[in-house]
T-cell receptor, first 113, second 111 residues
Framework: NAGVMQNPRHLVRRRGQEARLRCSPM?????VYWYRQLPEEGLKFMVY????????ESGMPKERFSAEFPKEGPSILRIQQVVRGDSAAYFC???????????FGPGTRLTVL | GESVGLHLPTLSVQEGDNSIINCAYS??????FIWYKQESGKGPQFIID?????DKRQGQRVTVLLNKTVKHLSLQIAATQPGDSAVYFC??????????FGAGTRLFVKA
């Protein structure tokens, strides 16, 4: 059983471009979570999704950021018009229903030039 | 507001010694706590968890202690090995899905 997959592992964008980060949860997991991590800091919750539903997006910036988890395919975290402050590692985690433990992917490191 | 924090940002131990990493939390309603290990360039890895109805839980070489009276959590690693070098995060799982992470403690293991 493959773990949580994220791609790309590294992403470089210029200011104003769009960044798309993908996350494929573990097989059988229908819950996906996105976190952001700045250097030397802990992970900050962004959004929690189930298939085709956003359950909690309280940690997501109101502008430029969006997330989806379609019926088919990976979860996508989309950042429009990126700014240098968006540079961070973005981690995805997944879990099966009614299960607290979250399994993390390797992360996508976004660098905005 | 809710917060989970750590007392020590870095910890250096000799190989073979025991390590103790501490964590304080502020939400007395929290009922589930997790310790994660994060190696450089990787995602957090689950180590051990504990629910609020327990005060101690043991795994392989690791023990988590929970003191609800003072809202304190600790991770003990027995016979620390070089492979234990990493950043360790305590986390609080509130509402069943939202995990709140502390700032992390970097553990250095000296050979």
């Amino acid at each position: 059983n493959a773990g949580v997959m994220q791609n790309p592992r590294h992403l470089v964008r210029r200011r104003g471009q769009e960044a798309r980060l993908r996350c494929s949860p573990m097989k059988g997991h229908s819950h996906v979570y996105w976190y952001r991590q700045l250097p030397e800091e802990g992970l900050k919750f962004m959004v929690y999704l189930q298939k085709e539903n956003i359950i909690d997006e309280s940690g997501m910036p109101k502008e430029r950021f969006s997330a989806e988890f379609p019926k088919e395919g990976p979860s996508i975290l989309r950042i429009q018009q990126v700014v240098r402050g968006d540079s961070a590692a973005y981690f995805c985690a997944s879990s099966p229903p009614n299960y607290n433990e979250q399994f993390f992917g390797p992360g996508t490191r976004l660098t905005v030039l | 507001g809710e917060s989970v924090g750590l007392h020590l940002p870095t910890l250096s131990v000799q190989e073979g010694d025991n390590s103790i990493i501490n964590c304080a939390y502020s939400n007395s309603a929290s009922d589930y706590f997790i310790w994660y290990k994060q190696e450089s360039g990787k995602g957090p890895q689950f180590i051990i968890d504990i629910r609020s109805n327990m005060d101690k839980r043991q795994g392989q070489r690791v023990t988590v202690l929970l003191n609800k009276t003072v809202k304190h959590l600790s991770l003990q690693i027995a016979a620390t090995q070089p492979g234990d070098s990493a950043v360790y995060f305590c986390a609080e799982n509130s509402g069943g899905f939202k995990t709140i992470f502390g700032a992390g403690t970097r553990l250095f293991v000296k050979a």
